[in-house]
């Protein structure tokens, strides 16, 4: 949900983002090394390169987090519109787009060392991860989702604001079935997306190490790319992200605007703990 995803710009896949902060060059460091299956040249220049980046974001970024949901909390005690959603959802991606330009540096060094095969090896990978997905979520041969992926879908995306409100009434899982009823073939476009921008980045790679191009070319190179996946330079694909992104934000406003007093305590108090951890996490790294 767009008020809460300044909670999730980094490692909410932990139950607690402390914790999975404090973890997170591990996490990052396996990630690497399963996409790309790293030699120890590469793993220690990882280690490093991303052990710089994290001590720089929690230096510089994470109490600017903090006032970010304070100051989208406030939101939550009058109605929203889809700009006001779409607002917020804008200033979150600035603020990923500030880690992406500190971060393509660093990629663009460990690209440099990328060989050939480690290149196959990511595509491969990425290339069974799509086919799992889209056996999930897509019939084969066409863009109508099956009526159990459609139901898994909807079913997830119940999940997911339950996660913020609580149990949802009638109301509010309606209106996220309708939703997805409105966009049959969104799990397709979605899935088209992802792997066109998977080639992009694919192909950002292999020119930073073929041409051996130097850190601030390979950059420049990866800053595009960064820019890109915020919003598309091309005009057919840039139309269809900001309807697909307008279409979610008014979602999330009638969701949020038919929100008991309960599930909006519930969210108010998850959002106040997301903010306490980072002004914690951000003070540990000033005594640090």
């Given amino acids: 949900m767009a008020l809460a995803a300044t909670a999730v710009l980094l490692v909410a896949a932990c139950s607690s983002l402390r914790l999975g902060y404090n973890n997170a060059d591990t996490l990052a460091l396996y990630s690497l090394d399963s996409y790309f299956n790293l030699d120890d040249a590469q793993e220690s220049l990882a280690k490093e390169r991303v052990r710089a980046l994290l001590t720089w ?79 999930q979520t897509v019939q084969a041969g066409g863009a109508r989702e099956p009526d159990k992926a459609r139901e898994e879908r909807i079913k997830r995306s119940i999940e997911r604001a339950e996660t913020w409100l609580g149990p949802l009434t009638t109301d509010q899982a ?57 919003l598309p330079s091309d005009a057919a694909r840039r139309a269809s992200t900001q309807v697909s992104r307008r279409a979610n934000a008014e979602v999330i406003a009638q969701l949020l605007n038919i929100a008991t007093p309960a599930q909006k305590d519930r969210m108010l108090k998850k959002l106040r703990g997301y903010a306490s951890d980072f002004t914690v996490l951000a003070s540990e790294g000033a005594r640090g």
């Fill in 57 to 135: 974001h929690r230096g510089t970024q994470l109490a600017d987090y903090a006032r970010l949901i304070d100051t989208a909390q406030a939101r939550l005690d009058s109605p929203l519109t889809a700009d006001d959603v779409l607002a917020i959802q804008a200033q979150v991606n600035d603020r990923m787009m500030v880690v992406a330009r500190q971060a393509a540096p660093e990629l663009a060094q460990l690209a440099r060392t990328l060989t050939p095969e480690q290149l196959d090896h990511f595509g491969n990978k990425l290339a069974r991860d799509n086919a799992k997905l889209r056996r």
């Fill in 174 to 230: 309606q209106l996220l079935r309708e939703a997805a009823a409105r966009r049959p073939a969104g799990q397709q476009q979605w899935l088209d997306e992802r792997e066109r921008r998977q080639r992009e980045l694919t192909a950002a790679l292999d020119r930073i190490r073929a041409e051996q191009l130097d850190a601030a070319a390979g950059a420049a190179l990866l800053e595009r790319y960064f820019a890109e996946l915020a």
